[in-house]
């Protein structure tokens, strides 16, 4: 009787243990760091998850030693200091660079790498943040134009007085590559976080998608939630760098065609697309040509979606994230566009 007893017993004991050791998620490895002007937090799981970290610290450091605009031995330096002479560049600033300007090119030289000197002016790089008068603004704006830098193979020509920034594009190559580096590393579901750029490899340990939070413009909080599975979200936002003076606010992202900072309504853009590179520089564009512009480009293009946040607080969503995204807290009853092809 006791042994007949004891069987379901020890089943039943056998069975609680199975189903609490598969409701455990598996511990993340996570580290911190500080790179590219920013704070960066890597999460991984699966694979040795802390040797792939410590290698994707590493990678991020030697990207940003080669792409500060600011860093006297960064290759970007050398570029800006070689006075109209080529310059042969390494294959990360080669590839970065050629994806770069198809993307100037494509959104029509809202996004333009040239941008720097007037950036300088305002004060973005140095904190010491001014605002120039129109007289300087168009001197500087002559030495703004992507269309004249010439990349052949590995050689870089740049026109003496332009100078190169791929701010705008640095951090979601830097994404993009943990990625590769990730999963070349059998790491098989990790999420990394380069200031406004979240970059995620596959899905959550127990397969659900990652939930990525959009952040309010208006400061605190969060504005909505998208749920995301091997993509690159990438947010250009008015507030994340900016000044005020004579109650005016001016904020880092510019227009190249005024060379004052963008105008266009939208506070805040969000990419969602596979490749980091896009999605940082997308979201600079866009952020650029504001609602109107924004929708027609994503109209021509198939290949991303976007949240724009306007300063009229809308929100603009394209068709690929309706279901995905949703709005949050006290945004919940913001009015919603969703746009369709
Ligand atoms: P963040 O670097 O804060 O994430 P972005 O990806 O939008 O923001 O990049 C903005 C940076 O790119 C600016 O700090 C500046 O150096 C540069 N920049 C600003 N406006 C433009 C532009 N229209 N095209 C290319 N680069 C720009
Ligand atoms: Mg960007």
């Not at 390494?90 to 300007?101: G, I, P, Q």
């Not at 920034?165 to 993009?176: R, T």
């Not at 400061?219 to 690159?232: C, H, P, Q, R």
């Not at 290949?303 to 306007?310: A, K, P, Q, R, Y």
Request: glycine content about 12%.
């Amino acid at each position: 009787m006791r042994s007949k007893k004891s069987v379901p017993a020890i089943l039943a004991a056998l069975l609680l243990l199975l189903t609490a050791c598969k409701a455990k998620e598996p511990e993340p490895y996570q580290t911190q760091f500080m790179a590219m002007d920013t704070i960066m937090t890597l999460t991984l799981y699966g694979g040795d998850a802390q040797s792939a970290a410590a290698l994707g610290v590493q990678r991020v450091q030697e990207l940003e030693a080669l792409l500060s605009v600011t860093a006297e031995g960064s290759e970007i330096h050398r570029v800006n200091c070689a006075g109209g002479q080529p310059v042969e560049l390494s294959e990360d600033t080669r590839k970065l660079l050629e994806d770069a300007l198809a993307l100037c090119a494509a959104t029509d030289g809202a996004l333009d790498v040239t941008m720097y000197p007037v950036v300088r002016a305002w004060g973005f790089t140095t904190g010491e943040y001014r605002v120039p008068d129109s007289a300087e603004l168009s001197a500087l704006l002559g030495h703004v134009d992507y269309t004249s830098v010439s990349l052949e193979g590995s050689a870089l020509t740049l026109p003496a007085g332009m100078e190169l920034d791929l701010g705008a594009v640095a951090k979601g190559y830097a994404g993009e590559q943990l990625m590769e580096l990730f999963a070349g590393a059998g790491v098989t579901s990790a999420i990394v976080e380069l200031g406004g750029n979240v970059q995620a490899l596959g899905a959550k340990p127990d397969g659900s998608p990652w939930r990525v939070a959009v952040q309010s413009p208006d400061g605190g909080g969060y504005a909505g939630v998208l749920e995301i599975t091997d993509k690159a979200v990438v947010t250009s936002g008015g507030y994340q760098r900016c000044f005020e003076q004579d109650g005016e606010t001016y904020w880092h992202i510019m227009d190249p065609a005024t060379g004052c900072p963008a105008r266009s309504g939208a506070v805040s853009v969000t990419i969602v697309t596979d490749r980091g590179v896009e999605a940082d520089g997308l979201s600079t564009a866009l952020f650029v040509m504001g609602r109107e512009r924004a929708a027609a480009y994503w109209k021509e293009h198939p290949e991303f979606d976007f949240i724009l946040i306007g300063e009229d607080g809308s929100v603009t969503v394209t068709q690929g994230l309706e279901t995905s995204f949703s709005l949050l807290g006290s945004w919940a009853g913001s009015p919603l566009e969703i746009i369709r092809r």
